[in-house]
């Protein structure tokens, strides 16, 4: 690998959108491994390392720690030979498929109770009263007697 295809940590950082305190802590779980160093100790990263930062951030976002993170990309590198890798890298990008599943059904019941919201406002709409320590901020609602949907209540 030629010199000039490394960039400098503070430069990866940049690209990464991240600080090099980050950088240095997943090195030290062994989650990302700068690809060289120079005889002054400074670290070089691959621009290919950006995609294994992104997969880490990513993972993260999904809820996984830090450790369980670490063993899903350890594994691969475990591997005793190419079958066992692909079905490492298989079992793990099914962990990932898993988690972004499981994020698209809660924010699909996020969106499901905005729009529970948004028909109430239509009840809102129509209603002389303002929402106040006075009427208990509407709970319930003086038309329907109905609890308000949470984020109608979060917001009231």
Do not use: W
């Not at 994020?103 to 109770?113: A, L, N």
């Not at 529970?116 to 038309?143: F, M, Q, R, W």
């Amino acid at each position: 690998m030629a010199a000039s295809d490394l960039i400098k940590i503070g430069e990866f950082a940049k690209l990464a959108g991240t600080n090099l305190r980050t950088l240095r802590y997943y090195e030290e779980l062994g989650l990302l491994a700068p690809a060289a160093r120079s005889h002054g100790g400074f670290r070089y990263y691959r621009h290919v390392d950006l995609n294994r930062l992104r997969l880490i951030r990513d993972l993260q976002g999904l809820g996984l720690h830090l450790e369980r993170i670490g063993e899903l990309l350890a594994g691969p590198r475990r591997a005793k030979d190419r079958g066992e890798f692909i079905q490492r890298v298989r079992a793990a990008l099914r962990e990932h498929d898993r988690l972004l599943a499981e994020r698209v059904r809660e924010i699909e019941g996020q969106r499901r109770g905005l729009s529970e919201a948004l028909e109430k406002l239509k009840d809102c709409a129509g209603c002389v009263h303002t929402p106040g320590e006075s009427n208990n901020h509407c709970e319930p609602c003086s038309i329907t007697g109905e609890h308000l949907p949470p984020v109608v209540s979060a917001l009231f």
